[in-house]
């Protein structure tokens, strides 16, 4: 389940530690919490977080079992992010950057295109190529920190690799879903 509890956050320009403190909760707890469904929440949790949106709780969970419900995905926007996401398995999230260097060539795009599922292709049927090469997934991971060591961006690269499966959206997107929910 993608946590819709991260990307309501996220909506409303907060983050986990901000939460983590108001319901007395460790980071694993919190992550925890996030990836259960928004009908399972405590009472206690659906009105701390209400609380650090200052809305009522109805509305704050109203709003996340629409994210629930919908095609609304987490934005990743730094390598931090990116670390976290695939560190914890999120089942879907668009990652946001400059990726216009992967689309210099005619030749490069060409060398994404693969056979694509029903899936992919329903969701965002504009695009129908996939990231498939670690050699250009080292190209955005080094876009996004170009002081990372070498080490760790190569094992950020693998695990992703085989973890997700990455489509690209535009010069500005790429769309991660687990691999394993393809199954």
């Known amino acids: 389940m993608k946590n819709v509890l991260d990307i309501y956050l996220k909506e409303n320009g907060k983050d986990r530690s901000q939460l983590m ?8 707890s919190l992550s925890e919490i996030g990836k259960t469904d928004p009908e399972n929440y405590s009472a206690d949790t659906i009105v701390a977080i209400a ?3 200052a809305v009522a ?3 704050a969970l109203d709003r996340m079992l629409e994210i629930r419900d919908t095609d609304i995905f987490y934005h990743v926007k730094s390598i931090d992010e990116l670390k976290q996401k695939v560190k914890e398995q999120e089942d879907e999230f668009i990652l946001e ?3 216009s260097d992967l689309f ?3 030749s490069k795009i060409e060398n994404f295109e693969k056979k694509y599922d029903s899936y992919y292709n329903n969701v965002y049927p504009r695009r129908k190529t996939f990231l498939t090469n670690s050699q250009e997934l080292g190209i955005i991971l080094k876009s996004f920190s170009p002081t990372e060591g070498i080490i760790h961006t190569m094992i950020l690269q693998e695990k992703i690799l085989y973890l997700y499966m990455i489509k690209i959206l535009n010069k500005n997107q790429l769309f991660f879903r687990l691999r394993q929910l393809d199954y």
């Open 21 to 28: 403190e108001r319901l007395n909760v460790s980071k694993k």
């Open 51 to 53: 609380n650090e949106m």
């Open 57 to 59: 709780p109805g509305i």
């Open 97 to 99: 950057g400059d990726f």
């Open 104 to 106: 210099n060539s005619p």
